[in-house]
């Protein structure tokens, strides 16, 4: 016999937060739809409740220094997976802020290619500052696996802002046969982190988008504004493709050890950030909204209250019916409500675009949660803190 049962909820709930505060390593699966950076924060935070968030992550990305990585050896992104985990890493572990240190930098963008071979050689032999703070066994590690990529670079590769950890990454992806989920287990291990990270798929596909003219763009890199003009148009289908210069669309199905992370979660949230290109893109996989319509926990969706330009043309609740068609996209008959039942906002100091349309979002069967989420400091941004607490008092 399954029941289902209603209770009412404070948001945040002090009584709840103290109780996972001292017994985080048992706190709830919150499972998080995601990509790049603007998690990151809310994750360290998140991390004091619960050691067991699940992080589904994009392996998209194709600008920067990710873009250099994908075409040379035809692989996934790793960039976000080296942030994520980061964010995730146990900061009380010996050699974790040095670690840190290590992934985040980035070789010198101005350097010759000498110059950059010989820092790659310094930290493969021990000699860079960096790789000299991180104690053993970990220094070892780093640094076989900057050797391992010194092997595996092809002539003429540009180090030019190429970020460490990426190399370090990639050199584990290629050395465990690009088993991507193997790589992920030997770092989340190594540094200890607080959560589970996964990509949605193992695959090296890429992003495609169709504007409201017609215009087909293909790359993540050229939907963000980070490395292109910023969009004037909105997007109105997005899908995936195998290749930068081939707009044809691919199928990729979620993997059964990812639709059963899905089922386990306690929490599943559609979180800031990237709204097509982070959020959505997790969406395209089949079979991802069928897992997220069989688990019946709670699905909130926390929208961006600063600028995206993902989201030219798009209101909140423009926003909510296309989360809606992605994740109803396997099944046309899905009830509303099992892919998404919350929307939680910032109605006093939160900025969405069109407003707070609660009638409209009602009529979708998704629910209004508004509590504080903006503060001073953190405007017009979501507090980290803030969000993290919200979440964790919702399961």
Known sequence: MRLSITREVAIPDPVKLERLRRAPEFGPKILFFSGGSALKDACRELVAF??????????????????????????????????????????????????????????????????????????????HHLIRRVPDPMRKILRNHCRAFMGLMPAGFNLRGASVG???????????????????????????AQGVVRPVVNKNLHLAARLAGGEVVIGQHLLTGKEAPVLTQRIEKLWLTRDLSDPEPVTATVR????????????????????????????LPS??????????????????TGSDPELVGLSLTDQVRVLMGYLNADHDRI?????????LVDAKNGVYPGGLEALALRKLGVAVIDCPLVTKQSAPLLDPGLLAQALASLT
């Open 166 to 192: 990426n190399l370090v990454l990639t050199a584990g992806y290629l050395d465990s046969r690009r088993q991507f989920d193997t790589v992920i287990y030997l770092f989340s291990k190594l540094v200890g």
């Open 256 to 283: 059964p050890k990812i639709a059963q992370r899905i089922a386990e979660a306690d929490l599943i949230c559609y979180p800031i950030g990237s709204f097509y290109s982070s959020l959505v893109a997790n969406l």
């Open 50 to 127: 619960s050691h067991n968030s699940i992080h589904i992550i994009t392996p998209f990305d194709s600008g920067g220094s990710s873009a250099i990585l994908r075409q040379a050896f035809a692989m996934p992104a790793v960039g976000d997976f080296r942030n994520r985990l980061m964010a995730l890493a146990d900061q009380s572990l010996t050699g974790n802020p040095e670690i840190y240190d290590l992934f985040a930098h980035r070789l010198d963008k101005k350097a010759s290619a000498g110059e950059l071979d010989l820092e790659l050689k310094s930290l493969a032999l021990g000699r």
């Open 287 to 304: 079979g991802v909204g069928r897992a997220v319509a069989a688990n019946p926990c709670p699905k909130v969706y926390v929208p961006n």
């Open 335 to 343: 009830e509303p409500g099992r892919v998404l039942g919350f929307v």
